[in-house]
C-alpha cells in the first residue's frame, strides 16, 4: 500500500505504525491517512511533527525542523516489522 500510495499517487503516509495497520483475511491494509502529505505542494504541510514518536525515523526525532521523507516512512515500516515480530 504505502508503495502505490508513493508511486502512483505521489503522496507519503507519515504515520506509519503498528496502530495505522489493519490484517483482514491474511492481508495487510494501511488506514488512518490524515496526516498525508502531497509531493507536488512545496513545503510543510504542518509546522508540528507529525507520526507515531516510537515509529519515528531516528532522523525525524533527532531533528526538530527535518522535511519528513519517503526513507523516513520506509525506516517506520522497518520498526513496525520489530515491534511485530520481537
Known sequence: AHHDAFENAKILHRDLSVG?????????????WDL?????????????????????????????NAVHGVEDDLESSLYVVLWTAL
Open 36 to 64: 498525508v502529505k502531497l509531493l507536488i505542494i512545496q513545503g510543510p504541510r504542518q509546522t508540528t511533527r507529525t507520526g507515531t514518536w516510537q515509529f519515528m525515523s531516528a532522523h525525524l526525532v533527532k531533528n526538530i
Open 20 to 32: 495505522n495497520i489493519v490484517i483482514y483475511r491474511g492481508k495487510g491494509f494501511l488506514i488512518d
